[in-house]
């Protein structure tokens, strides 16, 4: 008979809780005014358009036509959340039920929106928690005007006289083309959008749409279908504000896994290493997809970075002491100063050419 070893060694194990699910930042949703979904449930997720029809939607429904210009898209996003808003319902309340409901989504098209509810909808956008992307189709130059003026990040207009909801093929493709993998970085610019007709307009009227930071479809070329430039009502790009979204709900919750995980994080300078340590990956993922890259801060003075330092990470990880801590910040358990700056990688989307000539 053999006797159990616990009376001389004992030997335990615990194991960490896994990790947070990062959200994916590669669903869409679309919001129209068909009765299928009952508004109590406000939002449901499909995978095909079959799964619309089967439910109820119709062939000729807003949602599914704009579901359908979101799946045609190439790399094809696998999912899209469908809401529904009431004929008498404040638009901001329903986009706030949606987030309750399932925050899972991250770009939403809100289906035949009038002016009033583009501004409305652009100026909740910008302050949502989960951050957003709104996505709007207009042939209102004003509103562009007017999102322009706000300095809005969070929305997307395209100019579109020809396909009703266009910007859903937009969203689509931004949805469809994020997939964290190695190098797979977008922009929006020159992007085809499959079902969407392009606008039969003359370059002065394309320079206006995108001095007012819209976006517009148009044939170049004789031969390219292009999309135009893929920028935010304040001028910057799509492809930014999705990864700056996503690296720092990324980083937020890295840091509260290891809060959680651990029975303490010390007040120490090893204490603050294990939050670096738990930081840097996502700072990596950001550097492999191609968001980061290595060059030279051309930014203010942080701490030891200079103006003029190289990033050859495309991104250092910098803090404060412990021991320049206030007395205040000690007894409130409080962090010493992170600082994360990064290098965007950028795009390269205007080329000149000369060819000099000898004969």
């Keep these: 008979m053999s006797l159990s070893l616990d009376g001389i060694v004992s030997v335990t194990y615990t194991l960490n809780p896994k990790a947070a699910m990062r959200p994916g930042y590669n669903i869409g949703l679309i919001i129209g005014e068909s009765t299928v979904i009952p508004t109590s449930e406000r939002l449901r997720l499909y995978t095909d358009l079959a799964g ?3 439910d109820g939607f119709t062939t000729s429904s807003s949602e599914y036509l704009a579901a359908r210009l979101y799946f045609s898209q190439s790399p094809a996003p696998g999912t899209i959340y469908v ?10 309340a329903v986009m706030t039920d949606c987030l309750q409901k399932d925050p899972n989504w991250y770009a939403f098209v809100w289906c035949d929106a009038n002016a009033a509810t583009i501004t409305a909808l652009a100026a909740w956008a910008e302050s949502a928690e989960p951050a957003v992307s709104y996505f709007y189709t207009t042939q ?3 509103v562009l005007q007017q999102l322009k003026d706000n300095n809005y990040f969070a929305s997307h207009g395209m100019y579109s006289t020809t396909t009703s909801n266009a910007v859903a093929s937009v969203m689509g493709y931004a949805m469809g083309a994020n997939t964290q993998l190695a190098n797979s970085a977008y922009t929006l610019a020159y992007i085809t959008l499959p079902g ?6 003359a370059e002065s009227l394309v320079q206006t749409i995108l001095g007012l930071n819209g976006n517009i479809y148009v044939a170049r070329g004789n031969t390219y279908y292009v999309y135009q430039q893929g920028t935010q009502a304040n001028g910057a790009y799509f492809d930014e504000k999705i ?19 651990r029975p303490k994080v010390p007040q120490t300078e090893d204490g603050v290493s294990s939050i670096i340590a738990a930081i840097t990956p996502e700072f990596e993922r950001a550097r492999r997809i191609g968001f980061v890259a290595p060059g030279v801060w051309l930014g203010p003075q942080i701490l030891s970075l200079n103006t003029g330092d190289a990033l050859p990470n495309g991104y250092t990880i910098l803090t404060d002491s412990i021991a320049g ?6 007894d409130a358990r409080k962090a010493p100063g992170i600082y994360c700056p990064i290098k965007l990688a950028g795009a390269i989307e205007h080329v000149i050419i000369s060819i000099p000539v000898n004969r």
């Excluded at 969407?196 to 307009?201: D, I, T």
């Excluded at 990864?243 to 995980?261: E, G």
């Excluded at 801590?325 to 000690?330: E, G, L, M, P």
């Design 52 to 54: 619309m029809l089967s």
């Design 196 to 201: 969407v007709l392009p606008e039969s307009a």
């Design 83 to 92: 809401g529904v808003a009431g004929d008498t319902e404040d638009p901001v």
């Design 140 to 142: 209102d130059q004003p």
């Design 243 to 261: 990864n700056l979204d996503q690296l720092a709900n990324n980083v937020q919750m890295s840091v509260m896994d290891q809060l959680k995980s």
């Design 325 to 330: 801590q206030s007395q205040f910040d000690r």
